[in-house]
């Protein structure tokens, strides 16, 4: 609690519940009902008494028809409490190394009073047509945080569907005519921690699946649960599904191509959308102006899976037409022998020859 976490939420969200009711215009009417002056509504944030004080008050400041709404309560919504999450992992954008992890908001219900206060029924016949219709039985409002850049936040405004109408009956000199109209909604809403340090990207996940009748569930068999996953991790029959961000080349188009002369083949398989960049091995004497490429060294688990690689050339240019196809340009040969092609982006690197390596 010592970590300050404010980040505008019920304010941001008040002014989006303010917007969705904003702009209602209420007409005079004839008695053959033609329109006639258009008068706009006020919104203002306080509760309808401060309201009704000023309707009395000499300076008049306050001007009906007018909408006034308040909050009258802030809870947790524990239907919307599933578990205690790690939260979400997002970048800000495509060249950062790191995500940005955002700890899982606390979702809270605000309770929201709305009081409509006209002079004719007329008024308040319109205004309640402005947003009725809307608001069966609940609206949504999309909405940013500060805490979540860029990401789209969709909340529910649930109206609780009941109008309370109120007509005036002790009516003095003072007090001006009025017709009043309370209902409440209840926004959806998040409450949201602070943001915490970067975090390395993930770039690959063991998935573990095992082949049983039935999953044991019964802990008195086992002792504990902790027994029962022991149960799972013995069966003899498992298996492991590995997802890798690191290119994954197939095959290419070509196998031969001529010597003293450079080309162009194309490299099918997956993950190569996200290519950073393509290097050309050779036999021997193959190619001249070789370099040694220590592609991870700001990383100790990448450099340990992907050593520096030495006797490379940069591929003169590659496009990258899909996420399963590259076409790159090779270098002229100098002599005959095997070429290889490595593919490198921020998971790791491949080669043509041995795609499949860890």
């Known amino acids: 609690m010592q970590i300050y976490n404010y980040h505008w939420e019920i304010k941001d969200l008040l002014a989006q519940f303010l917007q969705a009711f904003d702009g209602a215009v209420v007409k005079r009417f004839d008695n053959k009902r033609n329109p006639g002056q258009a008068v706009a509504v006020r919104y203002v944030y306080s509760a309808k008494e401060r309201v009704l004080n000023d309707l009395v008050n000499k300076a008049q400041n306050i001007t009906i028809p007018a909408v006034a709404f308040s909050i009258n309560s802030i809870s947790r919504d524990n239907n919307r409490v599933f578990n205690k999450l790690a939260g979400t992992y997002y970048n800000l954008n495509s060249t950062d190394s790191a995500s940005v992890h955002t700890l899982q908001p606390v979702p809270v219900n605000i309770g929201v009073s709305i009081s409509i206060l006209t002079r004719f029924q007329t008024d308040m016949d319109q205004i309640l047509s402005n947003f009725v219709p809307w608001s069966d039985p609940y609206f949504i409002i999309s909405w940013e945080n500060e805490s979540l850049p860029g990401q789209e936040i969709r909340t529910e405004v649930l109206w609780d569907g009941s109008l309370k109408m109120g007509y005036p009956v002790d009516v003095n000199n003072n007090q001006p005519t009025q017709v009043t109209c309370d209902t409440n909604f209840t926004i959806k809403g998040w409450l949201f921690k602070s943001t915490q340090s970067p975090v390395g990207r993930i770039y690959k996940i063991d998935s573990n699946f095992y082949a049983v009748s039935a999953v044991p569930t019964d802990e008195s068999q086992y002792g504990s649960i902790f027994n029962v996953l022991n149960e799972l991790n013995g069966t003899p029959y498992n298996e492991t599904e590995t997802v890798s961000a690191r290119p994954q080349p197939k095959y290419v188009s070509e196998y031969t191509v001529a010597v003293g002369a450079s080309g162009t083949v194309d490299v099918y398989g997956d993950m190569l959308g996200y290519t950073n960049a393509v290097y050309i091995s050779g036999s021997p004497g193959m190619f001249t102006n070789t370099i040694t490429v ?18 490379l050339v940069v591929a003169p240019n590659y496009i990258l037409d899909s996420e399963n196809k590259i076409t790159v340009t090779y270098p002229i040969p100098r002599l005959a022998g095997l070429m290889d092609i490595i593919i490198y982006n921020e998971a790791g690197y491949a080669t043509t020859m041995a795609y499949n390596k860890l």
């Open 294 to 311: 220590s592609t991870f060294s700001n990383s100790t688990t990448l450099s340990a899976l992907y050593p520096s690689l030495s006797g």
